[in-house]
């Protein structure tokens, strides 16, 4: 694996039917390029949760990974609402979504914990009114 | 424990993966909440849930859940019937809820998933 592998994935806020996708593809190219299937999980249940953020509390959303002999560099950006802060965010159980969202399955105050906890590295950066830009990136060794 | 066993301890109806049944189970996670599932669950074991959109079939795969059960009698649309082959995840309907099904399973000897 000494080329980068990449590929990207345009996540439209509120589209629960596709939920999920993204993270599948990145599964099926991590499962191709024949990866340990404990990293497949992790990159995938980090990427379900970065997709499903998107979705809930974004208007669209742009997801971008990496892979190289080294690591998956997982990007997500998005044109959301923005996160007023993130320690509280980073919280296990804290949560701002709706009740409608809540009745979906999520919303559980879970979603970023689980993206840093399958990270071996986890970045955040948000502006209120703008969007939030993540990056995940998961060692292959 | 086989999906069979499972199948006949809760009186469950099998919606998918009818072919599937001698599948091994380990162990079980009841949730409703999709990213306690994605947090919580261990590799190979059972999902007993409330939910039955496609998404919970998504979650399923992305943890590496081997089958469903959807509880209180829930039938799932066509669409996440269809998924559900696709993926070959085995979906089972019970009537019984959550907790009285959870509970059934335990007492047959199917543990919990090990938390973190």
């Known amino acids: ?141 | 424990m086989t999906l069979r066993e499972i199948a006949e301890i809760l009186e469950a109806d099998v919606v998918a993966g009818s072919d599937d049944l001698d599948v091994t189970i380990k162990n079980a996670c009841s949730a409703d909440m999709m990213s306690a599932v994605l947090y919580y669950h261990t590799p190979d074991s059972l999902l007993i849930t409330g939910l039955t959109q496609p998404h919970v079939i998504r979650t399923a795969e992305i943890a590496g859940i081997k089958s469903i059960v959807f509880v209180l009698d829930k039938k799932p649309g066509a669409d996440t019937i269809e998924l559900a082959r696709q993926k070959k995840i085995p979906i089972l309907c019970t009537r019984f809820c959550m907790y009285t099904a959870s509970g059934k399973l335990y007492e047959a000897g199917l543990p919990g998933c090990l938390f973190k």
Do not use: C
């Open chain 1, 1 to 141: 694996m000494d080329e980068t592998t990449e590929g990207s994935f345009q996540i439209i806020g509120g589209n629960f039917g596709n939920a999920g996708e993204a993270s599948m593809q990145l599964k099926s190219k991590l499962t191709e390029l024949g990866v340990n299937e404990a990293i497949i999980r992790r990159a995938a249940i980090a990427t379900f949760e970065a997709e499903m953020n998107v979705i809930i509390y974004a208007a669209a959303g742009r997801l971008h990974y990496y892979i190289n002999r080294d690591k998956i560099t997982i990007k997500i950006d998005d044109m959301g609402p923005g996160i007023e802060n993130i320690e509280l965010a980073m919280q296990e159980g804290y949560s701002t979504a709706p009740d409608w969202v809540r009745e979906m399955g999520w919303g559980a105050g879970m979603g970023l914990p689980n993206m840093k906890k399958n990270s071996d590295e986890f970045r955040i950066d948000s502006v209120v009114g703008e969007g939030t830009t993540i990056e995940i990136v998961i060692n292959l060794s």
